[in-house]
């Protein structure tokens, strides 16, 4: 117990420096330590607590860059990573259960061996039941920890609910299972890690102005509304250039910025379609839904907590912004372009809307077609890792990016001289 103790006091040390190398290390190396001492020795729950003392009040806060966490917190971080937590369970809630579950999977295994047999034949098609009844047991065992994490939020406990369900959307959460690898582009520094987790939970950021240069009182909510400094178009471009990226090597004909043709002034379009003649979509490519047939799609983020978008429910507010791009250019596209249009609608927490997901899953399907013994699942894996950490990077830049320096020595109305007519020269 005191070398594991020790173990975690030493990534504490490295999390101050490398917060993401730390968290890896844990999450994939140390705490498989005592996972397999949990399944493998009974009724040590007691002794676990001094471990998840100093996991509670040394690790997670040096990881996350907080001085102190709350419990309810603290029960948020045990949760995984796609129910909106970080995968750092209480080891000493735990264990018991862990044992009972080894005791299940082994049990064929364990009668083998107390009857000496000669032969092992097991039932492999029992054993996988068994794993998939405990794999089920334990998701239903960590929704019934979120509910009650929810439920005992003492302040609007609807926005504790929110943000575990904007967290726990698909792929969301895979920046955080994805090795620091640096040939990769998933390595983040401290400040981007810690921000990272700012953005997931929504604190508040650190070390940064609380007045910002349009003079509005500064916080994540309006750094990622603010069109000061291009940010919000930097954050829409470079996901529009990844996609587009991504569509080259199994699309042809494919485009950035595609002009849409020009109207003759008696077509019969909806209102609310965009007819300007300088009309353009985000990206176009030939041979993605059927052959030789042409998209277009355009790129759509926005910010969740924004005050337009705060009392919505998730997946009305992706249907919401899905809508607002069909109405603009849906009926254009088919009518005019003869071709199919896909909005995709992306939230700077990183969730999809419905009609993105259907898309980067065929993106996966031409892909794995077109890449010999590359599988569909690890192509959709990669199309969100990359999409994701993408959108990431640019949303973080857009946290602490400089947008000018704000002068606090304004002049009074009453102060300035508005007599713009040159003085007498007695008056001087």
């Known amino acids: 117990m005191k070398s594991w103790i020790t173990d975690i006091n030493d990534l504490s040390r490295i999390a101050a420096k490398e917060p993401q190398l730390a968290y890896s290390a844990y999450i994939y190396g140390t705490s498989k330590r005592w996972n397999y001492v ?54 000493s809630e735990i264990s018991d259960i862990e044992y009972n579950n080894s005791i299940t999977v082994t049990e064929q295994l364990t009668e083998a061996i107390i009857e000496q047999a000669n032969i092992l034949e097991l039932d492999y098609e029992a054993i996988k039941e068994a794993k998939c009844e405990i794999s089920d047991k334990r998701l239903k065992f960590y929704q019934q920890q979120k509910q009650d994490i929810i439920s005992k939020t003492e302040l609007q406990p609807e926005n504790t609910a929110r943000l575990l369900e904007l967290a726990s959307e698909k792929g969301v959460s895979c920046w955080l299972t994805s090795l620091p690898l640096k040939s990769f582009g998933f ?161 700077t927490t990183g969730g999809v809307s419905g009609e993105a997901d259907k898309f980067f899953r065929r993106l996966a399907e031409k892909m794995t077609q077109k890449k010999l013994g590359s599988s569909y699942s690890d192509n959709i894996s990669f199309i969100r890792r990359r999409l994701r950490f993408d959108l990431l990077r640019t949303t973080l830049i857009s946290l602490r990016g400089y947008r000018g320096k704000r002068s606090d020595s304004s002049n009074k109305i009453e102060e300035l001289d508005l007599n713009l007519e040159p003085k007498a020269r007695s008056e001087m």
């Open 38 to 91: 949990c399944r493998t020795t009974p009724d040590i729950s007691q002794l676990l607590k001094p471990l998840e003392y100093t996991i509670k009040e040394t690790f997670i806060p040096a990881v996350i860059g907080r001085s102190y966490i709350d419990q309810t917190f603290r029960d948020i971080m045990s949760l995984p990573s796609k129910l909106g937590g970080m995968s750092i369970p209480n080891v």
């Open 187 to 347: 390595s983040m520094t401290k400040q981007e890690f810690h921000d990272a987790i700012a953005l997931r939970y929504n604190f508040k950021i650190s070390n940064v102005s609380g007045i910002c240069f349009c003079n509005e009182k500064n916080s994540i909510n309006h750094s990622l509304v603010c069109k000061k400094g291009g940010y919000v178009n930097l954050r829409h471009n470079s996901m529009r250039d990844t996609i587009a990226e991504l569509l080259t090597p199994i699309c042809y004909d494919v485009v950035t910025e595609p002009p849409l043709l020009e109207l003759a002034g008696s077509e019969d379009l909806p209102r609310g379609t965009i007819l300007s003649p300088e009309a353009r979509l985000d990206i176009s490519a030939r041979s993605f839904w059927s052959p030789m047939d042409k998209i277009y799609t355009d790129v759509r983020i926005f910010h969740p907590h924004a005050p337009s978008n705060a009392k919505m429910e998730v997946t009305r507010m992706y249907k919401h912004h899905e809508d607002i791009k069909k109405r603009a250019y849906l009926h254009r596209v088919q009518q005019i372009e003869k071709g199919s249009f896909t909005p995709l609608v992306f939230s």
